[in-house]
């Protein structure tokens, strides 16, 4: 089984991409900083299931230090790394003009240089196997203004030159490199927006709602596949039409 890790796989839209992972044959390990009840079931679904698995390891990406250590204990427990879904991350909200550098800090090393860092080991591994599929998980706020986000924009949008550029530099290796950009969906990062923003946003969407957490794993798995083997350095947008 090919084994894929999902950095905050443990709830949200990293739980929902290691359901959908394992169910399409992957073995899936999803890494966080706590584990919870529903990582654990859908461990105990995969295995009933009998496509696929879900590993649970945990692991806090601001010790940007022990990421070499992590990678050394995922070699020694999986094997070879085959993808990997850059999807933790943090959405920490502020003005900028008041915001503490310790929060400007802190969003940075969650999600742009954390993602860097754990792509860099993943990599490796996948360059020695001749194939791999790497997929990081961006945000239409990236490139469209909102309030009170400008520093969780900018994390966002480095992922996007980051993804065009590796997809450039590892293509002859065969390795793919995208981007799933995810209007707003509800998870726990979204839970403080009241029900009259969510309606205002998805009135001003095309299809006139909101994508689910479905929505954004049916991109990564289709990112994942064979059949996205020609697909890289792309950005797939994922936001039922918001930014249209
Ligand atoms: N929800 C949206 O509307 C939306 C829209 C566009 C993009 N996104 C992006 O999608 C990704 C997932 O968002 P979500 O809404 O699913 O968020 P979420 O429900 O808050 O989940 C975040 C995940 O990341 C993990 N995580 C956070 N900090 C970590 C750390 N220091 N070390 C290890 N793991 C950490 C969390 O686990 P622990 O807290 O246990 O560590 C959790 O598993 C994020 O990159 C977000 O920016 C979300």
């Known amino acids: 089984m090919r084994n894929v890790i999902v950095t ?3 709830r949200g839209l990293g739980l929902g ?3 959908g992972l394992a169910a399409s044959g992957f073995s899936v390990i999803a890494i966080a ?3 919870t009840h529903e990582i654990d079931e859908a461990a105990q679904e995969a295995v009933a299931a009998g496509t696929g698995a879900i590993h649970f390891l945990p692991f806090d990406f601001a010790n940007l230090d022990d990421i070499p250590a992590l990678f050394a204990t995922l070699r020694e427990q999986h094997g070879p790394i085959y993808g990997l879904v850059n999807n933790a991350g943090i959405g920490t909200e502020g003005v900028l003009a008041t915001m503490d550098v310790s929060k400007i800090e802190a969003l940075v090393r969650i999600n742009t240089i954390a993602p860097l860092v754990v792509t860099k080991h993943a990599v490796r591994s996948m360059m020695s196997a001749g194939n791999g599929r790497i997929v ?3 945000s239409i706020i990236a490139s469209t203004g909102y309030s009170g986000l400008s520093v969780y924009a900018a994390t966002k949008a480095s992922l996007i030159g980051f993804t065009k550029s590796l997809a450039r530099e590892v293509g ?3 390795i793919t490199v995208n981007a799933v950009a995810p209007g707003f969906v ?6 403080g927006m009241d029900e009259a923003h969510r309606a205002t946003i998805a009135r001003r969407s095309a299809l006139r709602r909101l994508p689910d957490v479905d929505d954004v794993v049916h991109a990564v798995d289709y990112l994942m596949s064979e059949r996205a083997r020609n697909v890289t350095g792309t950005v797939l947008t994922v936001d039922a039409g918001n930014t249209a």
Not at 186 to 191: A, L
């Open 17 to 19: 991409m290691a359901r």
């Open 136 to 138: 990081n998980i961006s």
């Open 186 to 191: 509800e998870t726990s990062m979204t839970g």
């Open 33 to 35: 900083r706590s584990r």
């Open 8 to 10: 905050g796989g443990s």
């Open 172 to 174: 002859t290796l065969g």
